[in-house]
């Protein structure tokens, strides 16, 4: 493949991404294309992060290791989950003072990503068990050092080990298990090499799993496959609109690496589309059997079983569509549902998403390392997405060549509206709010 100028490889990475897709109730796919998709009147706050004119994002809190999902007390303490613990310690809550916020305690010598707060209890996960701790009156943890095990012994291949949780409001706690995998190969990730029959992988894995949010010591036998055909989700809100869960799909990798003569790099650093899935139960998202082409429409079945790049993967309509589709391999890792009213009208019911940031588009440009908004409708994504908060890589340089000073990971809303942003490189922590 030819070399190219930067700024071209970039406007038309950025043109082929800024593709949106919207699914009806039938699960129809409607397309919309815009050739940008960033917010067009905005301002660079002191943080460095530039948004929408109007808002600011400021930084309370800095170093404190690899921050990923987070959630915020009615009373405004900030519960964060650290990737791996950080002198012993995997779960931080920290409380706001004067624009800064200060560690008031820490807990659990546990890795992991998930934390939700829900009924009183505090909820956490390792890569292989979710956790609780019972709350006060002012949703202070009471005993750190006994919490319940809700869920134990879930699978950890050490890919895609992540366990992101959410919870409804009729009791039930949903898990991602990400497949241990990139697409179900008999061997992982080798050139040619052909998919598993049968996909082995999801029966404990490649899903989401429902379990009951208030029995402790559940194992696999106790829960429910909620959904099944979701590679990886890390990023997972419950819709309330519509009263259902909405998940982010981590899209396959590596499919020039793999079937060189089907797919040149391009096609590779644009393929397949990262999805929003709304997910119902018994919902079956397609991998590894296929993927979402942006630029088709439609699903793709994957080379490992059988496909060659424009073969329809789903003839028979047995995978649900996806409610919205976005450029490949940015990695969505937070997904927020903003319910305040601190934000303008055109903010509430819609979707945040954190995108962590590619890493697999080489010779193409790396994308990502920004939070972007998509509006929704009736509890339906509805027109065009767009960039909201940018500049956590620290410059387009930085963004191109994959080496982000910061990557966003975990999104919450606080009392007032304001919205929280983690960042899993450097241990910050974001406020962003909103003055006319």
């Known amino acids: 493949m ?45 943080s460095g992060l530039t948004m929408p004119t109007g808002f600011n994002a400021a930084i309370i809190a800095e170093n404190l290791g690899g921050t990923r999902h987070i959630a915020v007390s009615p009373q405004g303490d900030i519960f964060v ?58 949703n202070e943890v009471i005993d750190a050092t006994k919490p319940e095990t809700v869920v134990k012994g879930l699978l950890n291949r050490n890919q895609h080990e992540a366990k992101a949780i959410v919870l409804d409001d009729a009791g039930n706690l949903y898990v991602n298990i990400g497949a241990y995998s990139n697409s179900c190969q008999i061997k992982d990730r080798e050139k040619g090499s052909l998919g598993q029959p049968g996909c082995p992988i999801l029966d404990s894995a490649g899903g989401i799993w429902q379990f009951k949010a208030d029995k402790l010591n559940q194992t696999y036998k106790d829960g429910v496959r909620y959904a099944t055909g979701l590679r990886n989700v890390v990023g997972m809100d419950w819709n309330k609109q519509d009263n259902q869960l909405f998940v982010m799909q981590h899209g396959r990798d590596a499919l020039h690496d793999i079937f060189p003569d089907m797919f040149d790099t391009k096609q590779s650093a644009n393929l397949p589309a990262e999805c929003m899935y709304a997910i119902k139960k018994g919902d079956n998202a397609g991998w590894p059997y296929i993927y979402y082409d942006q630029n088709q429409s439609k699903k793709i079945l994957a080379p490992e079983y059988g496909g060659d790049g424009k073969k329809d993967g ?17 990695a969505p890792n937070g997904l927020l549902f903003y319910t305040g009213s601190q934000f303008p009208e055109k903010y509430k019911n819609g979707a945040f998403i954190a995108f962590h940031g590619s890493w697999n588009r080489a010779p193409e440009p790396q994308a990502g390392y920004y939070v972007v908004f998509q509006p929704f409708k009736d509890g339906k994504p509805d027109g065009k997405w767009e960039v909201f908060a940018d500049g956590f890589s620290g410059s ?41």
């Open 2 to 46: 030819k070399n190219r100028s930067f700024n071209f490889v970039l406007a038309t990475t950025v043109l082929a991404g800024s593709m949106l897709f919207n699914a009806c109730k039938s699960n129809e796919s409607k397309t919309t294309a815009d050739s940008t998709n960033t917010a067009s009147d905005t301002t660079k706050s002191p």
């Open 81 to 138: 989950k650290l990737g791996k613990p950080k002198d012993g310690k995997g779960v931080l809550v920290l409380h706001e003072n004067n624009g800064k916020a200060e560690i008031k305690n820490s807990f659990g010598d546990y890795e992991g990503t998930g934390i939700y707060i829900k009924n009183g209890y505090l909820y956490t996960s390792s890569n292989e068990d979710v956790y609780r701790y019972k709350l006060n009156d002012k």
């Open 314 to 330: 789903d003839p028979t309509n047995k995978y649900i569509n996806p409610a919205a589709a976005y450029p490949a391999h940015l």
């Open 396 to 436: 387009a340089a930085n963004t191109a060549k994959g080496s982000a000073e910061r990557r966003p990971c975990g999104l919450a809303q606080g009392p007032d509206g304001s919205i929280y942003v983690t960042d899993d490189s450097k241990g910050t922590i974001y406020k962003i709010s909103y003055k006319k």
